[in-house]
């Protein structure tokens, strides 16, 4: 098993940047992929980006230019560090991890983009 826990969220105005952390609960190369998905009120929850075990990260197109998927091995802990946010990335950001078929998820963190 794998528990998650992300931390980092907060009210930020547009423009601004924030950081989100996930820490996971085993060495991530354990892990085949971790990812950061976000749910907007009334909405499903999207993905925004993923990082495989060998460290290739991925971007939907609404996080690409903009955010940035990365992990520090030593901490056992992925990053999104997040720039340029608009009123619309306004979610809750969940972390995931899949390890050995099961999707892991942490318990979320609210991120509100707002003047």
């Known amino acids: 098993q794998v528990q998650l826990v992300e931390s980092g969220g907060g009210l930020v105005q547009p423009g601004g940047s924030l950081r989100l952390s996930c820490a996971a609960s085993?060495?991530?190369?354990?892990?085949?992929?971790m990812g950061w998905y976000r749910q907007a009120p009334g909405k499903q929850r999207e993905l925004v980006a993923s990082i495989t075990r060998v460290g290739s990260p991925n971007y939907t197109d609404s996080a690409k230019g903009r955010f940035t998927i990365s992990r520090d091995i030593a901490k056992d802990t992925v990053y999104l560090q997040m720039n340029s946010l608009k009123p619309e990335d306004t979610a809750d950001y969940y972390c995931?991890?899949?390890?050995?078929?099961?999707?892991?998820w942490g318990q979320g963190t609210q991120v509100t983009v707002s003047s």
């Open positions: 085993r060495n991530i190369f354990s892990i085949d992929a």
């Open positions: 995931n991890a899949v390890f050995r078929a099961s999707d892991y």
